[in-house]
């Protein structure tokens, strides 16, 4: 998805001519300040007073997401069945259990059924915004608020993205991004954590950086420094991510020129129905996501010639039922560290199955994605919509 060339190397010249690749130093020794600069430019593009960004990628901010938010052993996160499996492992890394939740037809987090899969012990809810659509941010957060939950958003596959007008990220507590190679924007691996909220902040940073007690900045910290890990980024990813984040917007704004296109032409075709978008405006996606009767629809429209479409239930890592780790519970390389075998976490939800959650399952096996390209002309654009209406005419 994500473009990049001339503007990046350039980036990359300046910091590598400076000699200084760590991203803490002094401006007047000639120090670039690259991920300095890339998270005061992300923090305001997403409308949020902080950004912290980290070498681990996206998992590594929904990690010190959840370190920011306090959650631990004893909490439980409420997850969605259909996303990355690293939403459900940030949760273990945390000493924390993952629950899982039903998607709807939106493919998002189904609000209903988060709040019925609250208990006493939940503390944090992770809604995800999967292939750039967006989780319904609204009742999400009506029902923690309720229920006093954290909110915590995966937008890792949905950088820059917005829900009503409002930047994914700044919905929460707090927000995930990633920049790996599947990514809206990308330096390869990478992801940023974005939050209003300053002690979160604080948390993140010094657990994400094991020299916290060393640095300057420690002065000016409210919270007492306490060991993290060691997550920095170093100042050739900063350079990247600001060449990358001036380009955000432009992909997106291409990207939503092609979906203006496919909504416009194959709305109301017969056959085909779009799934449920959450924010009214369809302004959201890397796909266009269609949704049938029945998975023998699904598969034969996605197979027909040119459409090139993609079951989520064929993803495999995105489906939880695949998520075999976790489902039998091998965590952390060392029994002790095992939050499965946490005494805090005794009393805890932790019986998983294949079949858990088998609306999940049926809604990623009756829904097929079209994937979008920012760099498609209008013809190229013509002939998806073609083949898409010659498809459902087979139907
Ligand atoms: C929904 C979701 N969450 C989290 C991640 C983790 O991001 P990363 O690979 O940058 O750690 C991904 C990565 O693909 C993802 O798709």
């Given at each position: 998805?994500y473009?990049?060339g001339?503007?990046?190397?350039k980036?990359l010249?300046?910091?590598?001519k400076?000699?200084?690749?760590?991203?803490?130093?002094?401006k007047d020794a000639?120090h670039?300040?690259a991920?300095?600069?890339?998270?005061?430019e992300?923090?305001e593009?997403?409308g949020?007073?902080y950004a912290?960004?980290?070498?681990g990628?996206?998992?590594?901010?929904?990690?010190?997401?959840?370190?920011g938010?306090?959650?631990?052993?004893?909490?439980?996160v409420?997850?969605?069945?259909?996303?990355?499996?690293?939403?459900?492992?940030?949760v273990l890394?945390?000493?924390?259990i993952p629950?899982?939740?039903?998607v709807d037809?939106?493919?998002?987090m189904d609000?209903?059924d988060?709040?019925?899969?609250?208990?006493?012990?939940?503390?944090?809810?992770?809604?995800v915004?999967?292939?750039?659509?967006?989780?319904d941010?609204?009742?999400?957060?009506?029902?923690?608020?309720k229920?006093?939950l954290?909110?915590?958003?995966?937008?890792?596959?949905?950088d820059?993205?917005?829900?009503k007008g409002?930047?994914?990220?700044?919905?929460?507590d707090?927000g995930?991004?990633?920049?790996?190679?599947?990514?809206?924007?990308?330096?390869?691996?990478?992801?940023?954590?974005v939050t209003e909220?300053?002690q979160?902040?604080e948390?993140?940073l010094v657990y994400?950086?094991g020299?916290?007690?060393?640095?300057?900045?420690?002065?000016d910290?409210?919270?007492e420094v306490?060991?993290g890990?060691?997550?920095?980024a170093?100042e050739?990813?900063g350079a990247?991510?600001?060449?990358q984040?001036?380009?955000?917007?432009?992909?997106?704004?291409?990207?939503?020129?092609?979906?203006r296109?496919?909504?416009?032409e194959?709305g109301g075709?017969?056959?085909?129905?779009?799934?449920?978008?959450?924010?009214?405006?369809?302004?959201?996606?890397?796909v266009?996501p269609?949704?049938f009767?029945?998975?023998?629809?699904?598969?034969?429209?996605a197979?027909s010639?040119?459409?090139?479409?993609?079951?989520?239930?064929?993803?495999g890592r995105?489906i939880?039922?695949n998520w075999?780790?976790?489902l039998?519970?091998?965590?952390?390389?060392?029994?002790?560290?095992?939050?499965?075998?946490?005494p805090?976490?005794?009393?805890?939800?932790?019986?998983?199955?294949?079949e858990?959650c088998?609306?999940?399952?049926?809604?990623?096996?009756?829904?097929?994605?079209?994937?979008?390209?920012?760099?498609w002309?209008r013809?190229?654009?013509?002939?998806?919509?073609?083949?898409c209406r010659?498809?459902?005419k087979?139907?």
């Amino acid at each position: 998805m994500y473009r990049i060339g001339e503007d990046e190397l350039k980036e990359l010249e300046k910091v590598i001519k400076s000699g200084k690749l760590f991203r803490v130093g002094n401006k007047d020794a000639g120090h670039t300040l690259a991920v300095e600069t890339f998270e005061r430019e992300l923090a305001e593009k997403i409308g949020v007073k902080y950004a912290l960004c980290l070498s681990g990628g996206g998992t590594s901010a929904l990690i010190c997401g959840l370190v920011g938010l306090g959650i631990g052993p004893g909490d439980e996160v409420i997850v969605p069945a259909y996303t990355f499996m690293a939403t459900a492992l940030a949760v273990l890394a945390v000493g924390a259990i993952p629950v899982l939740a039903e998607v709807d037809e939106s493919l998002m987090m189904d609000p209903i059924d988060l709040e019925k899969k609250i208990s006493a012990s939940t503390r944090a809810v992770i809604p995800v915004h999967m292939v750039g659509l967006s989780a319904d941010m609204e009742k999400i957060n009506q029902v923690a608020k309720k229920h006093g939950l954290k909110v915590l958003e995966d937008a890792c596959q949905a950088d820059g993205v917005s829900f009503k007008g409002k930047r994914l990220g700044s919905w929460g507590d707090a927000g995930a991004f990633s920049f790996n190679f599947y990514k809206i924007i990308s330096c390869g691996d990478g992801g940023a954590l974005v939050t209003e909220n300053r002690q979160v902040y604080e948390r993140a940073l010094v657990y994400h950086d094991g020299g916290a007690s060393f640095r300057p900045y420690k002065e000016d910290l409210e919270i007492e420094v306490f060991i993290g890990v060691q997550l920095r980024a170093s100042e050739i990813m900063g350079a990247v991510l600001k060449a990358q984040l001036r380009r955000m917007d432009g992909i997106l704004e291409d990207l939503g020129k092609v979906r203006r296109q496919m909504l416009d032409e194959l709305g109301g075709v017969p056959g085909l129905r779009f799934a449920k978008y959450n924010d009214p405006a369809k302004d959201q996606g890397t796909v266009i996501p269609f949704i049938f009767d029945s998975e023998k629809q699904a598969r034969k429209f996605a197979g027909s010639e040119g459409v090139r479409g993609w079951l989520p239930i064929d993803t495999g890592r995105h489906i939880y039922s695949n998520w075999e780790p976790i489902l039998e519970k091998r965590v952390g390389g060392h029994p002790l560290r095992n939050p499965f075998n946490h005494p805090a976490n005794k009393s805890l939800r932790t019986e998983y199955s294949k079949e858990m959650c088998p609306v999940t399952l049926d809604i990623c096996s009756r829904t097929v994605f079209v994937s979008l390209y920012p760099d498609w002309t209008r013809e190229n654009v013509a002939t998806v919509i073609e083949n898409c209406r010659k498809a459902a005419k087979t139907l």
